[in-house]
């Protein structure tokens, strides 16, 4: 790994600030970015800790629902959300690992929008707002394709706002060897209508599935989908699974999170 | 370099480190703590695990700065006062829960983090808590066993024996 300078500020000012400077790369729990830097495929002249901040840390109810602070990991949100928003809750539980889940952050994960990564499923579903240092970003704004938001450069997302639903599950399907999502869906029911969003599946990154939308906000169960099809020409095709095989698991598994729901 | 201060096993130390180095690189070069294993550094096999502040984590996956000031807590630091094997690793001594021994470091330090949170788990609770621990040996059976007998629990056969 290149050697760099490393801060670590403790509030958001200070951390804008260190992000200014010509190179500045943003890390939060690094459980992907660390690896990333091993393999040189990132290479920051200036790394800035984002975990010392006080208020980017944290769980609580607020204005338009779950306030989650940006730096708050996997593990305090499985813990912490369990009863103000199961779903959310139950999909950070089962993200990575249990080290894994000790370090990495919902911010972390919604800055980078792996497109395997299980948050931005959530973020979509929910019809979040992504709140960083200057403004607040509308979910269905945010995601831009694979690795790629809205974000400017320097930009750091301070905290995430998710209205919380009615009824919600995610269920994914796991890559047996990396158990990154080869495909995940999150349902959500709110009383204005259902929204549902997919991770690991399409080339162009997390989406919401409208067909499944309309058809589950007139009808909550696995039997409204029955007619549905995917189009598969947008999927990922690899060595895990073809793109007909994701285009048939995003259908399965949106099936499955809707009787999961409560 | 710069001096980094952190708490480990209960001592103050400190070592030199550059921004790139991780707390595994820390712990074993920095402090010649080397129970704390490097199996893969990638993040996969849990060899590396340590405690930070109580959490099980992959020091392998941490830079050492950014948990200067913390509690840390390693393998060498799961004995008993007296020298003598803690419950656990004497469970595992017990239930041959090792067998090459490598990755027993993290092994250990995991099982320690589930006991805390989870005094009796399941064996299904035990298994998907070791999920990121990785065992080339593939001696897990004897591993689950340990951990159920470390915390008080008769120990069944377990599936797939």
Redesign the interface.
Known sequence: MHNFEFVKPSNIADAVQAMASEGAQALSGGQTLLPTMKQRLAQPETLVSLTAIPEMQGVCMGEGGLHIGAATTHATVAQEAASLYPGLAALAGGIGDPMVRNRGTVGGSVANNDPAACYPSAVLASGATVVTNTRKIAADDYFQGMFTTALEEGEIITSVIFPVPAKSAYVKFNQPASRFALTGVFVAQFDTGVRVAVTGASNNGVFRWAEAEAALSKDFSAAALAGLSVDASEMINDLHGTAAYRANLVKVLTGRAVTAAR | MTKVSMTVNGKAVSAEA???T?LSAYLREGLGLTGTHIGC???QC?AC?VH?DG????S????A??VAGSEVRTIEGMANADGSLSVLQQAFQDNHGLQCGFCTPGMVM?SA??LADNPKPTEAEVRH?L???ICRCTGYHNIVKAVLAASGQDVPAVAAE
């Open positions: 550059e921004g790139r991780l550094d990638t993040s849990g695990v930070v959490k099980a984590v992959k392998c996956s941490v830079f700065m950014d995991a983090a589930l808590h999920e990121g621990n």
